[in-house]
Nanobody, 121 residues
Framework: QVQLVETGGGLVQAGGSLRLSCAAS????????MGWFRQAPGKEREFVAV????????TYADSVKGRFTISRDNGKNTVYLQMNSLKPEDTAVYSC??????????????WGQGTQVTVTS
């Protein structure tokens, strides 16, 4: 079992930055690809970014490419999402997940509770 806890969300103005962290416990995340997803009110959960088990491969949703960076520190059992040039449409609850490489929610078996990111114009 892997427990995931996200931190770092908050309220930020458009153009600002936030860094989300996802701390894992119970098992090492080095066995898993790690993903970030987000869900805005009234919308389905959507893929944001994924990083493979050793950080050698990453991929992003087109909507965040060039603005967001996913990274991981397996020694700290933590995954990060650096978000720059934030836009109001980035407002959502952001969740991290552990699983296999992929963009679909069913590629992941473990999920955190999420952290709220609100971007004001």
């Amino acid at each position: 079992q892997v427990q995931l806890v996200e931190t770092g969300g908050g309220l930020v103005q458009a153009g600002g930055s936030l860094r989300l962290s996802c701390a894992a416990s119970g098992r090492t995340i080095s066995d898993y690809a790690m993903g970030w997803f987000r869900q805005a009110p009234g919308k389905e959960r959507e893929f944001v970014a994924v990083i493979n088990y050793n950080g050698g491969m990453r991929t992003y949703a087109d909507s965040v490419k060039g603005r967001f960076t996913i990274s991981r520190d397996n020694g700290k059992n933590t995954v990060y999402l650096q978000m720059n040039s934030l836009k109001p449409e980035d407002t959502a609850v952001y969740s991290c997940a552990a699983g296999r490489w992929g963009r679909r929610t069913h590629d992941y078996g473990y999920w955190g509770q999420g952290t709220q990111v609100t971007v004001t114009s």
